[in-house]
């Protein structure tokens, strides 16, 4: 299967594919049209950005694994700066859910979201594991708790033993302080050797928390799950994260059981200008 496939009949010559290629993998083959520099297919990064502006629809860029691209046209222009930030500035961590699962549908629609994030490189190597099933969250819910039992023993500082502490606390009496309550758990997970595993991460995640607004979900990140999925090879084989790979991050998320009526106050924003 070839990456870079041209349709000649629809270039115009324009040059503009050449010109964006973060590469510099393309040059214009005797000034008529563009062709990948001989034994570079390996240095593409599949960015597809020579295939998103050319005007002509000439350029095809295909590569295993691949999924289908959203048709958005007609969209630019319709999402203005007042209606972002009004779904930005709305977003709430939820800390109560109702028990009822999310559709998988609603959840596909979400990780088409996360798949278009932006990845180091275009690496598009972050993987998902979703616990769309509150019995199985709850297990998940205890193997922390029992984690926090060992780090409140033998903890790394005071701070980290007080919150192992109220953990425990909370969940004997009969709380769930680990994922509150929610029917669904999300985790990103990575090659244990990719340095930009976690920071794709949570650009996906960011994603993925602001939309499933739009759905109805509630969404909060699980810090906890993270610290003992990553320092736990028993909890992080629990969550089902395959050998050699590493939890990244976790985010909980089903449908909120309470409606926040204004935007809470948040610092200034602390900018030096030069």
């Not at 295939?51 to 959203?70: K, L, T």
């Not at 275009?122 to 199985?136: A, F, L």
């Not at 007080?162 to 004997?172: D, F, S, V, W, Y």
Request: glycine fraction near 8%; aromatic fraction near 8%.
């Amino acid at each position: 299967m070839s990456l870079f496939n041209l349709d000649r009949e629809k270039c115009i010559s324009c040059g503009q594919c050449v010109e964006i290629c973060a590469s510099n993998l393309l040059v214009l083959k005797d000034s008529e049209y563009p062709v990948m520099r001989e034994g570079m297919e390996g240095r593409c990064l599949k960015c597809g950005h020579c295939e998103a502006i050319c005007s002509g629809g000439a350029i095809d860029i295909r590569y295993e694994g691949a999924g289908a691209v959203p048709d958005v046209s007609g969209v630019k222009g319709e999402i203005g700066y007042e209606q972002f930030a009004k779904l930005a500035f709305s977003r709430r961590s939820t800390r109560n859910f109702k028990s009822k699962a999310i559709e998988r549908e609603k959840l596909k629609k979400l990780f088409d979201i996360a798949r278009y994030a932006p990845t180091g490189v275009n690496i598009q190597s972050v993987s998902w594991i979703v616990i769309n099933d509150r019995e199985k969250v709850e297990k998940v819910v205890d193997a922390v708790i029992e984690w926090a039992r060992y780090v409140a023993k033998n903890p790394p500082n005071e701070m980290i033993k007080g919150l192992c502490e109220h953990l425990i606390a909370a969940r004997e009496a009969g709380k769930d302080p680990i994922c509150r309550t929610a029917p669904c758990l999300i985790v990103a997970y990575d090659s244990a050797e990719n340095t930009f595993a976690q920071i794709n991460s949570v650009i996906a995640l960011t994603q993925m928390d602001l939309a499933a607004q739009t759905l109805g979900l509630g969404t909060c990140w699980g810090g906890f799950v993270q610290m003992a999925a990553s320092s736990s090879p028993q909890i992080a084989g629990l969550i089902g994260i395959p050998e050699g790979f590493a939890p990244q991050y976790a985010l909980m998320a089903g449908y909120p059981n309470i409606e926040f009526k204004r935007i809470p106050k948040r610092n200034a924003a602390r900018v030096t200008w030069k």
